[in-house]
């Protein structure tokens, strides 16, 4: 009887461990799937670039790959300076033809590919300029002076690279002597005309171009006063209007309290387009004496400041040998020295 008793007893034991071994593992698998699912744990990818996976090295070796990498990395940098200094020679090459121009300096023997090598260090600008039927120092010295304007305007207006397209610089012809339409420019030149006068009608047609086709604004309304050859052209918030109405109530009418103490020159009388672009050229060319001039009109103090701001007070040159006289208007600021 006992010894029954006790089987029974010990086969209720047995039975009671493996529930509770059942029961432990049931809980520990439920544990770990409630882990996953609520923490989120998501699988690693390596992205392996260029589908080479990186291959095991010894120490040696990757201090070799690293000393490999420094070298390539001084050397860049050597190159990009040597490219620094690159720009910086193409710029005095530039302004040492501008200047040899303006002295009216003759080429020496050694100058004969200084043409070629000026358009290949500004392509762009050599592309857009034709220059026919002149001396091979009268083309490279025109080139150079077209050059060296064109980068000046873009550096404060950037859109004229896409705006320009064509400069022609020719002798002169039995048409007029230059003229600015759409995107380009044609300058007939006149034999007696010396390379600072050359600049400083290229100055003033190359604001037309400005005036007309980069000073522009988005308004859908149109100007009915200002018009370009009678046609509505100008949106009534172009900031070239706010030059314009300082003296003139439309494209050809000027006001009648303006007199000649408000101009830079008589040829002003012209229209809106020339006024604008006769100041043009005596700000960037005859900077000093249009400040004189200013001082002495309070509409010529705006027309100053109006070009300035757009140039960040940056200009080519001052005119200091000239000797202001009070009043004193030119006929032509292109011929101001002459």
């Known amino acids: 009887m006992r010894i029954k008793k006790f089987n029974i007893v010990f086969i209720n034991n047995m039975k009671i461990k493996t529930l509770i071994k059942i ?19 998501k699988e690693v990818n390596l992205v392996i ?27 860049n940098k050597k190159k990009n300076k040597k490219n620094t200094i690159s720009q910086k020679s193409k710029r005095i090459f530039l302004l040492k033809l501008v200047i040899s121009a303006f002295k009216k300096k003759h080429f020496s023997a050694i100058d004969k590919n200084t043409y070629k090598k000026l358009c290949n260090y500004y392509k762009w600008r050599c592309s857009i300029i034709e220059v026919d039927e002149f001396s091979y120092q009268k083309k490279t010295y025109y080139t150079a002076l077209t050059i060296y304007l064109v980068i000046f305007v873009n550096k404060y207006l950037p859109s004229l690279k ?30 007696s005309m010396d390379y600072k006068q050359f600049f400083e009608v290229l100055t ?41 109405k300082l003296c003139w109530l ?10 000649i103490s408000d101009f830079v020159s008589w040829y002003w009388m012209t229209d809106t387009f020339e006024d604008f672009a006769e100041s043009f050229n005596m700000y960037i060319n005859h900077n000093r004496v249009f400040r004189q001039m200013a001082s002495e009109s309070n509409i010529l103090k705006y027309k100053y400041n109006f070009i300035a701001k757009l140039f960040k007070w940056h200009y080519i040159n001052d005119d200091k040998k000239f000797l ?8 032509d600021s292109t011929r101001f020295n002459n």
Request: net charge positive; glycine share 0%.
């Open 162 to 191: 896409e705006t320009l397209e064509y400069i022609k610089i020719q002798p002169e012809k039995k048409w007029r002597r230059w003229y600015a339409w759409h995107h380009s420019i044609i300058l007939n030149v006149k034999k």
């Open 250 to 259: 439309s494209e050809n009418v000027k006001k009648a309290d303006s007199f």
């Open 204 to 244: 003033h047609e190359l604001w037309h171009i400005v005036d007309l086709w980069i000073l522009n604004w988005t308004s859908i309304f149109k100007s009915k006063k200002f018009t370009e050859f009678w046609k509505k052209a100008f949106a009534k918030d172009d900031p070239s209007l706010q030059f314009y």
């Open 23 to 41: 029961g432990i593992k049931t809980i520990f698998w439920f544990l770990t799937i409630c882990f996953i699912l609520f923490f989120n744990v």
């Open 324 to 331: 202001y006289k009070s009043h004193f208007r030119p006929w």
């Open 49 to 75: 670039k260029n589908n080479n996976i990186m291959p095991i090295f010894s120490v040696k070796k990757i201090k070799q790959i690293k000393y490999n990498a420094q070298i390539k990395q001084n050397w």
